[in-house]
């Protein structure tokens, strides 16, 4: 054990250890006795580290971390500390109604006032699903005391017949094979439950496996860190080393804005195109950048992410699952060939102590069947297109996951290369889309893009991720599995469709998907990254001086409150007010008695 005494006087003193205050000081510290803990040890002048516990029977893709626990307080014992677990609130991604989105916000309105309010003097964020982890970035980045994340790691591979059945692609690719006729509600069942065959978050490099590399590309992890499966002894092993290091960075100071600077977010970006990754990723980082009090904006995606490479092999943009990325070298093998290719800022700060260029020194991909170089990549410029126009100020489309046979049908028209001009088909929501998707009176063929509107964070609330819409029955079995879809709301990390996605603002609060109906003409056109609706000037603007926004229907006390204080996807979908909150970890809230 480090020898932690004489260092420097921590927070958590002002509760457990005041001499000048013995009044409150008796009143804090006899019921933490009560539970676990002895006066010698609170009083021994040793940090306290927080451990925020997001995993529970409601939250199944971070419920490895209940077994974690024991290894992450050992480590932060072995060098000093004294742990404290305490439970955030839950965010599952696939069994909260009506979406997790909604609730990642309240996570980290609950970590913050939790990080603020004890006696906390460093943070085991705890994370793997697909909004744990922003979550808990974003409340680390408002209080800014020393934090370390750690994820629960992906599930093992699922197979399936003999083939890998990666989460969520299953379930899409079911939805259609459905349709088509080709198996039936057992089959379907068999290849869902197929797809899950461990512990662990999502095995593709959907929003939980993006969102970990990205907190790992931040410098937020401890390296390699991100993608070792949750059943692997590593993971043990790496809950131990991350409880270990929580104590130094105390001692040390180093806290989430050392280390979550402006170029530390363009490394993520650029990872994010390397790995293919999810397009909840930008509102995510930006929502965690606005806390920490960086600079970033939507377009950055593209001008800093576009050009860069697609390098791994991983569904929905490639073959493997996280069992193969991470043999393959995971994170570290991707940063490795982008640092030799000079992408990134090697000079920022991790969590380590030590710069990304050190961490990253000799380190490249041990499988390029897996990790593709940088000169050799599955595909070049895998970013995201930052789309504008008149339907929205802007809107996000994955390119890694276009298709040659979408290019084709879509993309590759003579002399218009990149140029598509098609029927909008308009759906009010999910419910609408699935009641009318398959109404004959639709007409909808392979020259319709299909939209839906009102699912953004005000409008559905939380923005679902409903906009990968599938075509009708009679086109899927007619061979065509995608048409482009556009939505204010959000799609799955796990989608192979390039849909287009996040239109900000929404249609709710007056964006330009408010105003478009069925059968108008819209051009996509990829050169100039715009969509637009063909409509008359005159004829959009009487559009628009009569519509009403449409009543709001609040279920909850929540829904209501987030509606009231939520921003748009591009900017974060952050409680606005929240963001004006900075570094409160500096503060100390009033005594209780
Ligand atoms: Fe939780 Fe994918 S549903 S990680
Ligand atoms: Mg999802």
């Known amino acids: 054990m480090s020898d932690t005494r004489a260092h420097k006087r921590f927070r958590s003193q002002e509760w457990f250890d005041n001499p000048n ?15 676990t803990f002895t006066r010698e040890e609170l009083q021994s002048e040793r940090p306290i580290i927080g451990i925020a516990q997001t995993g529970s029977d409601l939250a199944p893709c971070n419920k490895i971390h209940v077994f974690l626990m024991d290894r992450i307080k050992a480590g932060i014992r072995e060098a000093g500390g004294i742990p404290m677990e305490f439970p955030v609130h839950p965010i599952q991604e696939t069994g909260k109604r009506p979406t997790a989105a909604l609730d990642r916000n309240l996570s980290y309105l609950t970590l913050v006032e939790v990080l ?13 699903c697909d909004k744990t982890t922003p979550a808990m970035l974003m409340g680390a980045a408002t209080v800014d005391l020393p934090a370390i994340a750690l994820n629960g790691g992906p599930m093992l591979d699922g197979w399936f017949k003999g083939k890998r059945a990666g989460s969520g692609m299953v379930i899409w690719e079911g939805r259609r094979l459905l349709a088509e006729g080709k198996i039936d509600y057992e089959e379907f069942m068999e290849r869902a439950c197929a797809s899950a065959p461990s512990m ?20 937020m992890t401890l390296t390699g860190s991100s993608a070792i499966p949750a059943p692997f002894r590593e993971r043990m092993e790496m809950a131990y080393l991350t409880g270990k290091r929580i104590v130094q960075m ?11 600077t402006r170029e530390a977010f363009e490394n993520a970006i650029v990872t994010n195109a390397a790995i293919g990754g999810s397009t909840n990723a930008p509102p995510h980082l930006q929502a965690v950048a606005r806390h920490v009090g960086v600079e970033l904006n939507v377009k950055d995606w593209e001008t800093v992410g576009f050009d860069v490479p697609l390098l791994a092999n991983v569904q929905p943009a490639g073959e493997y699952l996280g069992e193969g990325f991470y043999r393959a070298g ?15 800022h090697e000079g920022v700060m991790t969590a380590s102590g030590r710069t990304l260029g050190e961490e990253l020194e000799g380190i490249e991909s041990v499988d390029i069947d897996v990790i593709k170089t940088y000169d050799a990549p599955m595909r070049q410029n895998a970013g995201f297109k930052v789309l504008s126009g ?14 040659p046979d979408f290019q084709q049908r879509f993309l590759s028209h003579p002399g218009k290369e990149g140029v598509h001009e098609a029927r909008a088909i308009v759906f009010e929501g999910p419910e609408d889309y699935h009641d009318r998707l398959n109404d004959p009176a639709l007409e909808i063929d392979e020259n319709c893009i299909l939209f839906i509107r009102n699912v953004g964070c005000v409008g559905y609330p939380g923005s679902a991720e409903v906009v990968n819409m599938q075509p009708p029955d009679e086109l899927i079995k007619a061979g065509i599995h995608h048409l482009p879809t556009v939505g204010d709301g959000r799609q799955s990390g796990t989608s192979e469709s390039p849909s287009i996605l996040n239109a900000t603002p929404e249609s709710v609060v007056g964006g330009g998907l408010a105003y478009l109906k ?12 715009t969509l637009n609706a063909l409509v008359e000037d005159a004829e959009w603007q009487a559009r628009m001086d009569a519509w009403d926004a449409p009543e709001l229907e609040h279920q909850t006390p929540w829904q209501e409150i987030y509606r009231k204080h939520v921003g748009q996807l591009a900017d974060g979908g952050c409680l606005e007010l929240a963001t004006a909150y900075q570094k409160i970890g500096r503060t100390l809230a009033r005594d209780n008695h």
Do not use: W
């Open 250 to 260: 105390v001692l040390d100071d180093l806290k989430p804005s050392d280390i979550m």
């Open 200 to 219: 662990g978050h999502c095995n593709t490099m959907g929003t939980a496996s993006t969102m970990n590399a990205m907190a790992e590309a931040l410098g």
């Open 116 to 128: 603020h309010g004890y006696p906390i003097d460093g943070v085991v964020l705890t994370t793997g």
């Open 518 to 529: 069925t059968g108008d003409m819209v051009r996509l056109d990829l050169n100039s990254s």
């Open 390 to 403: 008149n339907l929205f100020d802007s809107a996000l489309m994955k390119t890694s996951v276009i298709s």
């Open 21 to 35: 205050n013995p009044g409150m000081t008796a009143l804090y510290l006899e019921r933490y006795q009560n539970a």
């Open 330 to 344: 995971g994170v570290p093998a991707i940063m490795g060939e982008l640092k030799k290719a000079g992408r990134l």
